[in-house]
């Protein structure tokens, strides 16, 4: 990929595709994480002499154009105090003659945010009308936004093909840091994968298991891969049309694949249910699965021992709820007691919501921002935002 250092920047107008898509409530942003992200890149592109930065993002899904809910507008004021210097929040969509305008008159050196990308019509579609008015607004175009980097949207890859580009330090640092758990990752290399559904995560699964040395399946999706075995997994969420496959996999792939032993099983899905730890393949009628259980903790532990990569995407159960977190930060515990000698990975999406409400955040080597993105990769999927910044 192109990076920031092959780009002149020098007295132009950089236009920056961002992640500004933060959790909003009351008009009040309740975490800046990824506003703090962009931050690197929008200071080089400062220092190295840009005339102005003009920052971009999606948030959030509107259907019917602009809806104030949501607008970007309660991030400008973020986005200025973790900057540290003013920013020009631009109203109006991103792609009217206003918002161009508003654009040409900032005086030099100045940080402007545009109006969410997805209040233009086409956006999602990479209209090619809507890719011409978008690059109206800058000298040159920066993606540093991992997050959207799998999505061939006007503001990702469309608007890269009209204007000089280069790949922002987070896409950069995002891209590197993933592509070392496909090329050469150090051995011995060990994959937690867990939430919902194996449906969500087969590619990766499949893609993964022929280059890893184990693979720890935890989450509901280890109860489709239970009943495969011929287990009971009473009202333990499960998919019944990847039986097959998973059967396949555990033909194929039995030696590396470790599943739960034992599941802290309740009655309903509830943070008061009742509670007890059984086999994982003999769940009762009635009961569900809602975290692996405190010799599977052991069972999954032991088996990270000695990893020199671990990659690790989904919760082990369902952590929102406090009675059923113990497996969840039982593992962000093992995975960050490896800080000085393995390699570590955590996958965006709901693992960074576990890794941080751990407290185990700093001891992981990369925390991905991007959920979908960061799977896709793994995939072995060419990203439509990587691609276009080659």
Same mark, same amino acid.
């Given at each position: 990929m192109q990076n920031l250092k092959q780009l002149d920047v020098q007295g132009k107008r950089v236009l920056v595709r961002v992640d500004y898509n933060v959790p909003v409530k009351d008009g009040v942003v309740q975490d800046d994480t990824r506003v703090t992200a962009s931050l690197p890149t929008v200071?080089?592109?400062?220092d190295a002499?840009?005339?102005?930065?003009?920052?971009?993002?999606h948030f959030g899904r509107p259907k019917n154009g602009p809806e104030e809910k949501y607008s970007l507008k309660?991030?400008?004021?973020?986005l200025e105090k973790v900057l540290g210097r003013p920013v020009t929040f631009v109203a109006g969509t991103a792609d009217s003659d206003e918002t161009l305008s508003a654009v040409q008159a900032l005086p030099e050196g100045a940080v402007a945010l545009l109006e969410n990308v997805r209040f233009s019509a086409g956006e999602e579609k990479n209209n090619p009308?809507?890719?011409e008015r978008f690059a109206r607004l800058g000298d040159a175009f920066v993606l540093d936004a991992f997050g959207s980097a799998h999505r061939a949207h006007s503001s990702v890859s469309g608007v890269a093909a009209k204007l000089p580009h280069a790949a922002g330090t987070l896409l950069q640092t995002e891209v590197d840091a993933l592509?070392?758990?496909?090329?050469?990752a150090e051995r011995p290399y060990v994959v937690i994968i867990g939430g919902a559904k194996v449906s969500d995560k087969l590619l990766v699964i499949e893609n993964?298991?022929?280059?890893?040395?184990?693979?720890?399946?935890?989450? /509901?999706? @280890?109860?489709?891969?239970?009943?495969?075995?011929? =287990?009971?997994?009473?009202?333990?969420?499960?998919?019944?049309d990847f039986l097959d496959k998973a059967r396949e996999l555990l033909g194929r792939y039995g030696d590396k694949i470790v599943l739960p032993t034992d599941t802290l099983i309740a009655d309903a899905f509830s943070a008061d249910a009742n509670v007890q730890v059984v086999p994982t393949s003999a769940i009762p009628d009635g009961w569900q699965g809602l975290d692996i259980g405190p010799q599977s903790r052991e069972r999954f532990a032991a088996a990270l021992e000695g990893a020199k990569t671990v990659f690790w995407n989904g919760p082990m159960g369902v952590f929102e709820f406090e009675k059923f977190a113990g497996g969840t930060n039982a593992i962000a515990a093992a995975v960050g007691s490896l800080k000085d000698q393995a390699y570590t990975v955590i996958g965006g999406g709901d693992s960074v919501s576990a890794i941080n409400?751990? /407290?185990? @955040?700093?001891?992981?080597?990369?925390?991905?921002? =991007?959920g979908g993105a960061s799977l896709e990769l793994l995939e072995g999927k060419a990203l439509p935002g990587v691609e276009a910044m080659k």
């Open positions: 200071n080089a592109l400062l002499g840009a005339r102005n930065v003009i920052l971009m993002s309660p991030v400008a004021p973020v009308e809507l890719n592509g070392k758990l496909l090329d050469g993964l298991l022929p280059t890893v040395d184990r693979m720890l399946i935890g989450g /509901g999706m @280890a109860y489709t891969f239970v009943k495969a075995q011929g =287990g009971t997994i009473g009202e333990s969420i499960h998919e019944d409400k751990s /407290g185990k @955040a700093d001891q992981i080597d990369h925390i991905s921002t =991007g």
